[in-house]
């Protein structure tokens, strides 16, 4: 078997992946609609001059050392704010006008035509409604949303990417190969490519990767060879919920329909949102050498400050079993991955069968003891699950709220926050009462990952 190491040279790297493991490459187009800071991410594959570009771009070694714009700003130290900020700008664009009509908006305006036309058609314009041209439709999926000749159809970035051929491993070392690493995967009798095999990935400057979880939650490798820095924004598992609502809240209608929405790979947040909506994460900075894991269930983005190329693989443990059972399943788009861990779990976790037959969530022995403990937790220090009034925290106010009267924790705890800045504002340093505000919505701040 022909293999390759990191330290075969860099040619050889370029070689091998772009020769014979270059399959496609897909240009990406992140668009903001109706949340300021979250994008949707459009995939298209190429073709043609465009792929031929891009192979010869890949061959050119010099562009894997030579500075980029990005690799300059993470250079100066001045922290990754303003590399994000500057990544919005070059590779991201705003929807069009009329894209921002969707949601509320769309929906205020459709009541207030009920209410005005319910009791007397006759003056309503259908002429006008005829008129409108399908091309102005806010929904970001349909076809004529967005056409190929769009502002910013030169600048799009490129991301590559193939599969591993059974004759050509790469190897971090001699020994070591992440598709040789045991994948209890490869005993089912169906393969999945990307999965029990791995994925090789080339990436440009400005390329990125969509908000996701790994395939059923397995666990995620992925190791660079060269080429300049990947930056990681990473969520805590125990945060994945709180984020899927907030996602769901914000996204377009055909993403927020769906129970694994985190699957998709159809949404890019911004560090801003991640923040506006309380949610905890870390950044990684991936160099060449560099091997990032992901345990399973962890959602994850990112992008590319230069060209890089990169191996990925997925890997099932016999403690990961009850974790891929739960896995939420996506239905509406025909290329997600539908892992069959029936068969593992009869193997290896017959304790499991009852729960798998009546199918039913698992819950195995530690998942219990760790849920008890965290909703011990939980309840004692917030009164909002408990669904009791929270008092003002300034002293002697009498006003109180109740989250029954709000649609969500977010809308109460900024209301609250409205009432403590006008109502007591000679107190808010005294008393530190902005502070306090804030812990009384544990559920949003994350505390546990932000040590």
């Not at 130290?77 to 070059?90: A, C, N, P, R």
């Amino acid at each position: 078997m022909a293999s390759l190491t990191k330290d075969s040279g860099k040619g050889a790297c370029t070689d091998l992946v772009i020769k014979k493991r270059l399959s496609s490459v897909s240009k990406l187009k992140g668009i903001s609609h109706a949340s300021p800071g979250l994008y949707t991410v459009f995939s298209t594959s190429v073709g043609g001059k465009v792929f031929d570009s891009f192979r010869k771009k890949a061959r050119e070694l010099q562009s894997y050392t030579d500075d980029t714009c990005c690799s300059k700003i993470l250079k100066q130290g001045t922290g990754l704010e303003d590399l994000f900020h500057h990544f919005e700008s070059e590779a991201l664009q705003h929807a069009p006008p009329q894209a921002k009509t969707r949601g509320l908006e769309s929906a205020r305006t459709i009541r207030h035509l009920h209410d005005k036309f319910k009791s007397d058609v006759s003056t309503f314009d259908w002429e006008k409604r005829m008129k409108t041209p399908p091309d102005e439709c806010p929904e970001p999926l349909c076809a004529r949303y967005m056409p190929e000749d769009d502002r910013k159809s030169d600048t799009w970035p490129l991301y590559g990417f193939g599969t591993e051929l059974p004759h050509e491993a790469m190897r971090i070392t001699p020994n070591l190969s992440l598709s040789r690493i045991f994948n209890i995967l490869w005993l089912l009798p169906h393969f999945y490519p990307g999965i029990q095999s791995s994925y090789t990935y080339l990436a440009e400057t400005h390329s990125y990767f969509a908000i996701h979880c790994e395939d059923s939650n397995l666990w995620g490798l992925n190791y660079m060879y060269l080429g300049h820095p990947k930056i990681w924004i990473i969520i805590p598992p125990d945060s994945a919920s709180w984020l899927e609502l907030n996602l769901k809240r914000d996204s377009p209608i055909s993403d927020a329909k769906c129970l694994n929405i985190l699957g998709h790979k159809t949404l890019f947040p911004s560090l801003s949102w991640l923040k506006c909506h309380s949610i905890p994460f870390r950044t990684v900075v991936q160099r060449p050498g560099d091997l990032v894991v992901l345990y399973p269930g962890t959602p994850h983005f990112g992008i590319s400050t230069g060209p890089n190329i990169c191996e990925a693989v997925n890997v099932a443990t016999l403690t990961w079993i009850p974790l891929g059972l739960n896995a939420k399943k996506c239905d509406c788009m025909p290329s997600s991955v539908h892992l069959d861990v029936s068969l593992l779990a009869t193997a290896f976790r017959p304790d499991l069968w009852t729960s798998l037959v009546n199918q039913k969530i698992v819950v195995t022995q530690e998942m219990l003891q760790e849920m008890n403990q965290l909703n011990d937790a939980v309840c004692a220090t917030s009164p909002i699950v408990r669904n009791e009034p929270v008092s003002c925290p300034a002293p002697q106010c009498p006003i109180s709220f109740l989250v029954s009267d709000y649609p969500h924790m977010r809308d109460m705890k900024m209301a609250l926050i409205k009432h403590v800045k006008s109502c007591h504002a000679p107190l808010l340093h005294s008393e530190n009462l902005l502070a306090r505000t804030s812990e009384l919505f544990p559920l949003q701040m994350g505390k546990s990952f932000s040590k």
